[in-house]
């Protein structure tokens, strides 16, 4: 069984092929990055013309890379929600063409599911449902007890911003640029750990919600105090840096011992920081708890992981019910099991 996977949430487009027997075939994003860097942040009008430019070029690369033909394709997943409207009717609207031409059944996919399930795309030891995940993204952070496939609970999310939204807003109040997780993680490293004690939101209050908007206006303060140079941006960068791991240590931390998990997923763009990756692998060891994060290139938005929640549900059946519908807002809550 062969599925394309289309992605078109935001400002990446994502293509890729997996496959019941041999795994992932191949794997095509283009980002959009350069063209909203300008704006400092996605330009959504913009972002859904470029997935138009570029679906039907990087649907031909990941079938030349798979070395297949469009027919040897069993089905189309895409990318149905949540995310920017206009961008998911791209994806959504070309998906349900090219099934109906193939005369193959298209699925609409959940992209925090498809977050969800990145580590299992390339798995050596096999990662079973339950386990207890924490998703960080761009748009989300949500702490998850995954029970099966389809059956989540949402234990705590954020309150505001999301976590990669709180770096990429302290990234352009220091004028590093867009997107800024990544520029912030670069710039932490020269950073002065003992130089700024940032709040810590909400650990001392129970529960598992999250709050970074608080931290974000502090630093937002705390910038305006100071000449804005090399070390100030590092300084900062180091600090903010140091009170999410807390933050998000602190929640996991708890999750854990309240749902008694063996194992933690740890996905989405903000994953791949390395200060986050280390904090959290840490308190593994601490709780005796296997933390498992996808592979780099399956962590920021991708094809991949729409193509193998793809081929998980449709190889159980699944299939769109419905006619183009997309949802800009949807929980992963209200997700059924296939
Ligand atoms: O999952 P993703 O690609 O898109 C969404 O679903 O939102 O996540 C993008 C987010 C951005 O906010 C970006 O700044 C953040 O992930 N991000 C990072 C890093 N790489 C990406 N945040 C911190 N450190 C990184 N290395
Ligand atoms: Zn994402």
Known sequence: MKILGLETSCDETG???YDSEHGLLSDVVFSQVKMHAKYGG????????????K??????????????GLQDLDGVAYTAGPGLAGALLVGAGFSKSLAWGLDVPALGIHHMEGHLLA??????????????????????TLLVDAFSLGSYEVLGESLDDAVGEAFDKVAKMLDLGYPGGPLVEQLAKSGDPDRFDFPRPMV????LDFSFSGLKTHVRNTIAQHPIDAALKADVCRGFTDAVVDVLVVKCRRAIRQSGAKKLVVAGG?????????????LGKEEDVRIVFPSMQFTTDNGAMIAYVGYRRMGLGERDKTELAVRARWPLNELSSP
């Open 204 to 207: 001392n209050r129970p529960g």
């Open 55 to 68: 679906i039907g070029l990087l649907v031909n690369q990941a079938t030349e890379e798979a070395r297949i």
């Open 119 to 140: 580590p299992m795309i390339d798995e050596v030891v096999p990662i079973d449902m339950p386990f207890l995940a924490l998703l960080v993204s761009g748009g989300h």
């Open 15 to 17: 293509v890729a092929i």
């Open 270 to 282: 903000v994953s791949a920081n390395k200060d986050i990756r280390n904090g959290l692998e840490m």
């Open 42 to 53: 996605v330009v959504p009008e913009l972002a859904s013309r470029d997935h138009i430019r």
